[in-house]
């Protein structure tokens, strides 16, 4: 019963290095999301994906990449991290059915 | 587009009290609306739900919420507040797109 996986939990970067943040679903769900929580701002969406080889921009894409190569995992890309990015990052899946979002653990990314 | 509003960043309440959390949206038809709720350092999980049918919904933990459509509403109650209910609580509307959109959240803080 893993759900929604994110890999990793915490994560420290220095201005102007990449990193990738993985989350992975067995859940078989189509409908997956990259959420930032900054205190005070609730969530925000930075991409999602309606299907596999599917990515969308949300509200705050800037300084972001994704992919969807496979159903099962969203990728979220950082080319060159920025402190304005130092947050907690949510993926978060949804089966077809307008059905609950299931979420991660989320990912503390601090960016020095 | 579609909006959620929580009007209250913080709520305070004893232990015992009875709680009721405000969230207003914004959409031009009938909405998919839920209450979340993160606990720190966790994801976010579904409290409740409502789709269509009865407007009163009960959720887990013994919170429920009541649609108004007159008034835009889908404020969050319990009768009796446990200290463990401490957390964030988000309330999130979506109008069919698969895109869901959060609020700010509520920061409930229970005295003893």
């Known amino acids: 019963n893993a759900g929604v996986t994110q890999t990793p939990k915490f994560r420290v970067l220095k201005t102007g290095q990449s990193m990738t943040l993985l989350c992975a679903q067995d859940m078989n769900h189509e409908y997956m999301y990259w959420y930032r929580q900054d205190p005070g701002m609730g969530l925000r969406l930075i991409h999602y994906s309606v299907g596999e080889g599917t990515t969308a921009k949300g509200e705050v894409p800037d300084g972001y990449n994704v992919s969807r190569l496979k159903k099962q995992n969203f990728l979220l890309g950082l080319e060159s991290a920025a402190p304005s990015q130092t947050s907690v990052y949510f993926c978060?899946?949804?089966?077809?059915?307008?059905?609950?979002?299931?979420f991660g653990q989320g990912t503390r990314l601090t960016v020095v | 587009a579609q909006s959620v509003t929580q009007p209250d960043i913080h709520i305070t309440v004893s232990e015992g009290a009875s709680l009721e959390l405000r969230c207003n949206y914004s959409y031009g038809a009938t909405p998919y609306l839920f209450w979340y709720v993160q606990s720190p350092g966790q994801g976010l999980q579904l409290l409740l739900k409502y789709f269509s049918g009865d407007t009163l919904v009960q959720g887990i933990k013994g919170f429920e919420a009541e649609f108004k459509r007159s008034q835009s509403s889908f404020n969050l109650r319990k009768p009796s507040v446990h200290w463990s209910d401490a957390a964030e609580y988000f309330c999130?509307?979506?109008?069919?797109?698969?895109?869901?959109?959060f609020g700010r959240g509520t920061s409930l803080i229970v005295h003893p």
């Open positions: 978060a899946s949804i089966a077809s059915g307008h059905t609950e979002a299931f």
């Open positions: 999130a509307v979506e109008g069919g797109s698969y895109i869901p959109t």
